[in-house]
């Protein structure tokens, strides 16, 4: 009974996360429109709002290892991606813009905190995956 609840506690959690994750990179991306190449930051952060919305809902949804997998995989490059334009000044990279920003503000922060917390509770929930499917295969 405690599994279940840490499990459901864990898919909460990672899926509020994303949602998270989501609203900012919505609400902030309009800010973003001018710093462009073939696409602009505020393209790139409307994709991933809707990448995280969509990883929110299938860690809630479908409950499964690949939806746990992929809600982790969008988290982990959302905050490595933030951490990397934050300390290095990358350069444009073919159609994407210069997204060095050497600052943290308040969004930002949030964000950060966000995705950690959806790396986390993602992990949780992909190790109870495999540790369900190994058990289930050997009871076979």
């Known amino acids: 009974m405690h599994m279940r609840t840490a499990v459901w506690a864990a898919r909460v959690l990672a899926a509020a996360g ?8 919505a609400d902030l991306a309009s800010q973003y ?6 696409f602009s930051q505020g393209d790139l952060f409307r994709i ?20 746990d997998a992929f809600g982790w995989l969008v988290a982990a490059g959302g ?7 934050r300390y290095v000044d990358v350069g444009k990279l073919g159609p994407l813009p210069n997204m060095y920003e050497p600052v943290w503000f308040t969004e930002k922060r949030v964000v950060a905190v966000a995705q950690l917390v959806t ?13 369900d499917r190994r058990h289930q295969r050997h009871l076979r």
């Open 18 to 25: 994303l949602a998270v994750d989501a609203y900012v990179h």
């Open 79 to 85: 905050f490595a991606l933030l951490v990397v334009y």
């Open 119 to 131: 790396v986390v509770t993602a992990a949780f929930l992909i190790a109870v995956d495999v540790r």
């Open 33 to 38: 429109d001018a710093v462009k190449a073939t």
């Open 48 to 67: 991933e709002a809707a990448i995280s919305a969509l990883a929110a809902l299938l860690v809630l949804a479908w409950r499964r290892l690949p939806a």
